[in-house]
């Protein structure tokens, strides 16, 4: 066990010593740029080609259909808003859910603004859509369903092939959010009736900086960026080539053994949240006990601030979080614990570990040992605790 | 054979402390800056680092620097999101004709929602003139966006007079300069020079690619292109890129200690280039006055030669060079750079760009002249028409 335990895993990744290794090359020595004719330019292009494969593979994808973008937020914004314009002659109805990242739904504001219905579908207790509700949301105005595979707060697993089913019946387009889910859910574009996907390198070992973008072929998604020619015409910008490779080796590796993947961490997360239930009282799992990242890790611990518990484990050494990574800067509570039905008061006090392969049993066991202290006397210096002790038990 | 790369407009390699910084960010900080534990805050800090060395060179507050994932996000930037938070003022811009495709696609996207475009053309030295682009001026102007060095003839505009014009005359339309090409190179100082918004490129000075980074003056406002978390004070939202910003921090670190000590030797190896080749070939044409432009880009014209195959001729002697700026090269149309410069279809057929970098020495281009005369000399046996 290191001298600081890392259970962050849901906000980034640290980037693997053979991921790291393919990349290097491409910094110092295979530098050229993948647009030259001659032939530093040409072996960089060889490279992009075998990332672009290993991405399509792991989605069961065509290669053709791969792209790749600065980040996981311009993979999503990229989806929604190139998509809605692109289609606006058939329809301004966009289908989505209130449990989506901010790159998604940030986007359906801006297009709410420029003319455009957004349906935001509520989620159930666990945070799960109803791929009915999906069925009859849609309109004959609905051009694009953008639902995630898994969310990244409570690590909710949507029921994605249904939807897709339903929306390739409808003639819809169907997008997924899949940037916490690589490498924990098996993703097959084909079998999912999924026209457009967004992933990011950074969650699954790769480096940050890289994110892709599934178009399936003759889907219309408007331009974002506008320059020059790269990636067949559809996104400017010279190609991050070190970080494409970096991309290319970290999807192979994350769709190499999911299962196995998801039988470690799924041990490791069981006995986590086993023992948090059994220990600490006014404890509240988020999300599905099942249907969730084997890496994900949701609590609500009633009468604490989650900020406070964050920094007290920080000072065991234990890093975590109390939310998304991008909005645990903010002081409002997580949209999606406010989805789930939690009142704001509880959903403040919530924290949350996401593990990642070099997580051990004796990391939980010392987080096990500590959290219950650590809870307790942050309870202790409550008023609100003291106030309702002995009252109702809240589960 | 040694290999020579005279490509460094179309990127640079990567300095080797430089990829130790990345490694160093790859393996040990790796956190997210948004995250509240020890892991964000060091990744934080870090950002801060790279932000004030970007601003050490740009002579700027740290506040002012935003970073995007590459040149052409920040040219895109500046461009669409100064458009749409000025459209009520007023819906015309004014650009030149020898912008980069980052600048120019992103106009050409706001003509077809209703914006109005001047393109301001270039004498035969590839430079604007200052009394024409301030008759273009009108009091619906809101943006003008004018490159500093050309990337592919190095032709130098004058930014800083342009910046003094706008600022005293009316209606100061916000002042957008690509700089992506001159970073490092050439000083440029937006706070003091009236330039409101400034684009950069990491790949260009020796960081790696996937990084760039925009200036925006205290006080000029505009739209974010990318929602989302709300990253970088909501102007441009996505997990910054940490390794790619850290790498960025120690280019322009090092970029600007050759600026103050070494600033002349780019220009030394320009005039022995030059030199060599106008002795060679007697009837190269050097497109775009050896005034008027950087001492690291190069565009030469050998009539009745083509580009493309000198070339790949070259590429036989372990010399990397260009036809025309790599973005475009793919694209089988002439530069519209030349083009605009009124350069004849012989001269346009048989251009190449030779870009230098403060890692290329005398030595090079000692080596690189007698291939030069090689292969020009190989290739003429064939096929001079």
Not at chain 1, 139 to 168: H, W, Y
Not at chain 1, 300 to 309: K, R, S, T
Not at chain 2, 184 to 208: E, F, R, T
Not at chain 2, 246 to 266: H, N, S
Request: glycine content about 10%.
């Amino acid at each position: 066990m290191g001298d600081r335990i890392y259970l962050d895993h849901a906000a980034t990744t640290y980037t693997k010593p053979e991921v790291l290794e393919e990349m290097l090359p491409y910094f110092t020595k295979q530098y050229g740029n993948p647009s030259s004719v001659h032939s530093f330019g040409r072996e960089s292009r060889k490279a992009m080609d075998l990332a672009r494969e290993r991405t399509a593979k792991a989605l069961n994808a065509n290669p053709n259909d791969i792209f790749f973008t600065g980040s996981g937020t311009e993979a999503d914004n990229w989806a929604v808003k190139g998509a809605a314009l692109a289609n606006r002659k058939k329809g301004n109805h966009i289908i989505t859910t209130t449990i989506e990242h901010h790159a998604v739904l940030h986007t359906c504001n801006y297009l709410e603004q420029n003319g455009f219905d957004v349906t935001y579908l509520p989620v159930d207790e666990y945070g799960i859509v109803d791929a009915e509700q999906v069925r009859n949301a849609i309109t004959d105005q609905t051009i694009l369903v953008s639902v995630m595979t898994a969310n990244n707060e409570i690590g909710t697993i949507q029921p994605i092939k249904e939807i897709g089913a339903i929306t390739r019946e409808k003639g819809v387009l169907f997008h997924t959010d899949a940037v916490q889910a690589i490498g924990s859910v098996p993703i097959d574009v084909d079998d999912m009736n999924i026209d457009l996907l967004s992933l990011a390198a950074h969650k699954f070992y790769g480096p940050k900086g890289i994110g892709a973008l599934y178009i399936r072929k003759g889907v219309k998604a408007q331009q974002m960026l506008h320059g020059g020619a790269q990636e067949r015409n559809r996104r400017a910008g010279t190609e991050n080539l070190p970080a494409i490779v970096g991309l290319g080796k970290a999807i192979e590796m994350a769709a190499l053994d999911i299962p196995g993947h998801n039988a470690r961490l799924e041990a490791l997360r069981n006995r986590l949240i086993t023992g948090i239930l059994s220990t600490v009282e006014h404890a509240r799992l988020n999300g599905h006990p099942e249907k969730r990242l084997s890496g994900n890790v949701n609590f609500c611990f009633e009468f604490i601030e989650g900020e406070a518990l964050l920094l007290s484990l920080d000072i065991k050494g234990i890093a975590g979080s109390s939310g998304s990574a991008c909005t645990s800067g903010t002081l409002d509570p997580s949209h999606v614990l406010l989805a789930i039905g939690l009142p704001h008061e509880i959903a403040h006090g919530s924290l949350r570990l996401t593990l990642g392969e070099q997580n051990t049993q004796e990391e939980i066991d010392y987080v096990l040992e500590v959290l219950p202290q650590l809870v307790q006397r942050l309870r202790e210096m409550s008023p609100l605790f003291n106030q309702q002790k002995g009252g109702q038990i809240f589960v | 054979m040694k290999e020579i790369y005279l490509d460094n407009a179309a990127t640079t390699p990567v300095l080797p402390q430089v990829v130790e910084a990345i490694i160093d960010c790859l393996k040990n900080d790796y956190g997210n800056p948004s995250s509240m534990h020890r892991l964000g805050i060091q990744a934080e800090k870090r950002v801060r680092e790279a932000k004030g060395r970007l601003s050490s060179l740009l002579r700027c507050t740290e506040d002012e620097i935003i970073f995007t994932s590459g040149g052409t996000e920040a040219n895109n930037m500046a461009v669409l999101g100064t458009a749409y938070d000025k459209k009520r003022r007023g819906r015309h811009c004014i650009t030149t004709e020898i912008e980069h495709p980052s600048v120019l696609q992103a106009f050409a996207h706001l003509e077809e929602q209703g914006y109005e475009v001047s393109y301001l053309p270039v004498d035969q030295n590839g430079v604007i003139s200052l009394d024409h682009l301030k008759s273009l001026i009108r009091p619906d102007t809101i943006l003008v966006s004018i490159m500093h060095v050309n990337n592919e003839t190095g032709s130098i505009q004058p930014i800083r007079q342009i910046g003094a014009m706008l600022k005293a005359g009316p209606g100061k339309p916000v002042f957008h300069v690509d700089a992506i090409q001159s970073l490092g190179k050439l000083p440029v100082y937006p706070a003091q020079w009236g330039i409101d918004l400034l684009s950069a490129s990491g790949h260009k000075i020796h960081a790696p690619k996937g990084i760039g980074a925009l200036y925006i003056r205290r006080g000029v406002r505009i739209q974010p292109i990318l929602f989302g978390g709300n990253q970088q004070g909501g102007i441009r939202s996505g997990t910054e890129n940490i390794p790619g910003i850290v790498g960025m921090g120690e280019g322009a670190k090092w970029m600007a200690e050759r600026l103050a000590e070494e600033g002349g030797c780019l220009a030394q190896l320009k005039s022995r280039l030059l030199q060599g080749i106008l002795q060679a070939f007697p009837d190269a044409v050097i497109n775009g006055s050896a005034d008027a432009c950087a001492s690291h880009i190069i565009n030469v014209g050998f009539p009745g030669l083509r580009g493309e195959i000198l070339l790949h001729a070259l590429e036989e002697e372990g010399v990397y060079v260009s036809t025309g700026s790599a973005c475009s090269s793919r694209d089988k149309r002439f530069s519209h750079v030349l083009k605009a410069m009124g350069l004849n279809d012989r001269i346009l057929e048989g251009s190449i760009r030779l870009s230098t970098s403060y890692l290329t020495t005398m030595q090079d281009i000692e080596e690189f002249l007698p291939r030069l005369t090689r292969t020009v000399q190989r290739i003429e046996r064939f096929t001079r028409r």
